[in-house]
């Protein structure tokens, strides 16, 4: 994927599907995104949002949120999968972790490196490619912005993104991240490396 001089990531096409960086304008699009991905079946170990809180942000939050990850405003990119009729059916987000910093767990970032969040394909496009760009554009993102770590968290018991995420080359790190208020559930770091 090559960048505008301005540094807007071009579209790629992967099979059947155009994989680019998110646009400001579409913001209610993204919004239609990211709630069916929060009525997903593992919706509840896979995000830390909620259908019903989501659906009620004002569409005021939704243009900024997609302005600001088109533009990649404080650290954040998002990439999505879009049909030949023009429909987003995928996504993921890069949020760049600053070393120095605390996450969101309350750990200590020790490098600066990128973390993956918001990915989510509809279920009638998984398995014919766009989860596998999705990732390509994020990770080529990162490494051109100079990171040589990017990371995800994910739910132990989510088999279906363990399964992909280890296809993708990402490793389980070792690091656990407990669940508050769930002390028999934990999340697991995984990771890759340039």
Request: charge should be negative.
């Amino acid at each position: 994927m090559s960048t505008t001089p301005s540094g807007e990531a071009l579209s790629t096409v992967f099979g059947e599907y155009v994989v680019r960086s998110v646009r400001s304008g579409e913001w209610a699009a993204v919004k239609a995104l990211r709630l069916a991905a929060l009525r997903d079946p593992v919706a509840d170990i896979a995000y830390m949002d909620t259908y019903e809180g989501a659906a009620v942000r004002p569409d005021a939050y939704w243009r900024e949120r997609t302005a600001n990850a088109a533009e990649g405003t404080g650290g954040v990119r998002q990439f999505v999968a879009q049909t030949a009729d023009g429909a987003l059916v995928g996504t993921v987000a890069v949020v760049v972790e600053e070393a120095g910093t605390t996450d969101w767990a309350g750990m200590s970032v020790e490098r600066r490196q990128g973390h993956l969040v918001g990915v989510y394909v509809a279920p009638e496009h998984r398995g014919s490619g766009p989860s596998g760009a999705l990732f390509e554009a994020a990770l080529e993102w990162a490494w051109r912005e100079g990171l040589d770590r990017v990371r995800l968290i994910v739910h132990s018991e989510n088999a279906r993104a363990l399964g992909f995420y280890r296809k993708a080359g990402f490793t389980e790190s070792g690091v656990t991240v407990p669940l508050e208020g769930k002390p028999d559930e934990h999340e697991l770091e995984m990771v890759v490396e340039r």
